[in-house]
């Protein structure tokens, strides 16, 4: 028991670092986890600014209330659900929004939330999310007061049991973040690489980049895309200029050439990076990173799986998003 315990905590461990790996690459997005107020129960009133929540819970997500209740036998979630209770929670956060930063488009972005989650900014509703299994966000631009409070309120319901044929959790499970973005942007998840002729010598790859002009006016920019290997030094660039029309979200093909290409492979997990830069007069205004892997890989009727052109068996498992013991809510720590 104490080895399998050991094992958990060494994944968990490893997890983390990932997940910090990710905030570090990513620097549109602010990590939007620390200090929230929680209060298990239902109350509309919630949603307002002036709502007082002083005798609220003071927490840091990812939260699961279920795992903190009574496992007993007549909860509704029944034993799949782990025979813990559902129930409705509120969370909320205020936050500034520096004045220097009017003009930015300001977006909030949930990685998880179970389930049926209504989201608030300063008293306006944005949305209900049903599904619980899903990452989604909301355009907080329209409504933030600029240099002023801002009230975020989230709304979760999973009072509705049984919903799920294993432990499901409750509340805002993954992680929250806020973007802060020029109106003239890299699209959300908005690269595509793919590598094309590759070997040991060389290989070509080729970048799709989608970009967002949300500005009142066309914009000329030029999109420039380096490749770093894992010293971050550059190996390879795509320089390209062009107008996108104001309201338009347009498509960029570049090509960058790489020599003597390490290869991704199990024994060896090499990524580099590719930096995208817009620039508007010569000034960047967004950045974007995208982890990138070098490897070749197919399918074949007699050897299955070629990974770099070695047979490599493929051990598949379905893993549901419940810890157990520790509840649906995966912490660094």
């Not at 919630?46 to 927490?59: G, I, S, T, V």
């Not at 559902?86 to 389930?115: E, Q, S």
């Not at 338009?248 to 990076?273: C, F, G, K, M």
């Not at 498992?317 to 912490?331: F, I």
Request: glycine share 10%; hydrophobic share 35%.
């Amino acid at each position: 028991m104490k080895k399998l315990l050991l094992l958990l905590i060494g994944a968990f461990l490893l997890a983390g670092c990932r997940v910090s790996e990710e905030r570090a690459r990513n620097n549109r997005r602010q990590d939007f986890t620390a200090d929230w107020a929680f209060c298990l129960g239902d109350d509309t009133l919630a949603a307002r600014p002036d709502y007082n929540d002083a005798a609220w819970r003071r927490l840091n997500l990812p939260h699961d209330w279920a795992i903190e209740g009574e496992f007993e036998q007549n909860n509704p979630s029944g034993t799949s659900g782990g025979a813990l209770p559902g129930g409705v929670g509120w969370y909320r956060k205020t936050f500034v929004v520096d004045k220097a930063d009017k003009g930015k488009l300001l977006r909030i972005d949930f990685d998880g939330v179970y389930m049926n989650s209504t989201v608030y900014i300063n008293g306006h509703k944005l949305g209900t999310r049903p599904y619980g299994y899903i990452s989604f966000g909301y355009d907080l631009t329209p409504y933030i007061k600029w240099g002023e409070k801002n009230l975020l309120a989230v709304r979760v319901d999973n009072e509705d049991q049984p919903n799920s044929r294993w432990y499901s959790g409750c509340g805002i499970y993954r992680n929250v973040w806020l973007s802060k973005l020029h109106p003239v942007h890299v699209a959300q998840w908005g690269t595509f690489v793919t590598a094309e002729e590759v070997s040991k010598n060389s290989a070509r790859l080729l970048l799709r980049t989608t970009l967002d002009n949300e500005s009142d006016a066309d914009a000329a920019l030029e999109l420039v895309s380096e490749l770093t290997d894992e010293n971050g030094v550059v190996v390879g660039k795509a320089s390209d200029t062009l107008t996108i029309a104001k309201g338009i979200r347009h498509e960029t093909l570049q090509e960058i050439s790489v020599a003597d290409p390490e290869l991704w492979s199990i024994e060896r997990p090499y990524l580099y990076n590719i930096k995208t830069e817009v620039r508007l007069a010569g000034k960047t205004v967004d950045t974007y990173d995208t982890p990138y892997g070098i490897r070749t890989f197919c399918f074949n009727a007699e050897k299955g799986f070629i990974l770099n052109g070695k047979q490599v068996k493929i051990n598949g498992v379905c893993m549901h998003h419940d810890l157990g013991c520790l509840g649906a809510a995966v912490n660094t720590r």
